[in-house]
T-cell receptor, first 114, second 113 residues
Framework: AQTVTQSQPEMSVQEAETVTLSCTYDTSESNYYLFWYKQPPSRQMILVIR??????QNATENRFSVNFQKAAKSFSLKISDSQLGDTAMYFC???????????FGTGTRLTIIP | DVKVTQSSRYLVKRTGEKVFLECVQDMDHENMFWYRQDPGLGLRLIYFSYDVKMKEKGDIPEGYSVSREKKERFSLILESASTNQTSMYLC????????????FGPGTRLLVL
């Protein structure tokens, strides 16, 4: 079975600090996409950032960036200048058998402290 | 703007009842998914549908069935609800072709008494 491991169940940082959430995955696909999703308290799951595995350049979206290490199957999320609105559950996801399905990690609960 | 809606945000049912959860997407996506979300377990796939009337079992299909009669609508059915099915249920959809980005509904929190 494909597995995705998020080793940090909970994290907290001060507002304006930088935080990195870790994720390792296991896939047999050769060309695939990796995802970070965010689920704010009592709100909808939304896509934060997506990385195409065949691209060497790490994806960035404003304050969010990834550190993608393909050989190590590692895909961490860095949040710079953290804001109170970043408080949420964060899920890492990797492809599952043919890229149509995703396997999700168990999530990291991130709290931004004012 | 992409949209996935679910029929209920909160639902309370009794053990043994038949429960229907509905999901509708307006993005003309081929793929639709039902997940169950439990603390410490992340999202686990119950069923996946890649076309009308087509379905695949996910990781935890036991006790559930699904129906997809129209492209935009995907229903999850609990034939006889049990207390261990108390959970958050998330629906998602995506385009076919392996680029994978899934769009989620707001979720249905189901309590089975």
């Amino acid at each position: 079975a494909q597995t995705v491991t998020q080793s940090q169940p909970e994290m907290s940082v001060q507002e304006a600090e930088t935080v990195t959430l870790s994720c390792t995955y296991d896939t047999s696909e050769s060309n695939y996409y990796l995802f970070w999703y965010k689920q704010p308290p009592s709100r909808q799951m939304i896509l934060v950032i997506r990385q195409e595995a065949y691209k060497q350049q790490n994806a960035t979206e404003n304050r969010f960036s990834v550190n993608f290490q393909k050989a190590a199957k590692s895909f961490s999320l860095k949040i710079s200048d953290s804001q109170l609105g970043d408080t949420a559950m964060y899920f890492c996801a990797s492809p599952n058998f043919g890229n149509e399905k995703l396997t999700f990690g168990t999530g990291t609960r991130l709290t931004i402290i004012p | 703007d992409v949209k996935v809606t679910q029929s209920s945000r909160y639902l309370v049912k009794r053990t043994g009842e038949k429960v229907f959860l509905e999901c509708v997407q307006d993005m003309d996506h081929e793929n639709m998914f039902w997940y169950r979300q439990d603390p410490g377990l992340g999202l686990r796939l119950i069923y996946f549908s890649y076309d009308v009337k087509m379905k695949e079992k996910g990781d935890i299909p036991e006790g559930y069935s699904v129906s997809r009669e129209k492209k935009e609508r995907f229903s999850l059915i609990l034939e006889s609800a049990s207390t261990n099915q108390t959970s958050m249920y998330l629906c998602a959809s995506s385009l076919a072709g392996g680029q994978g980005t899934q769009y989620f509904g707001p979720g249905t929190r189901l309590l089975v008494l």
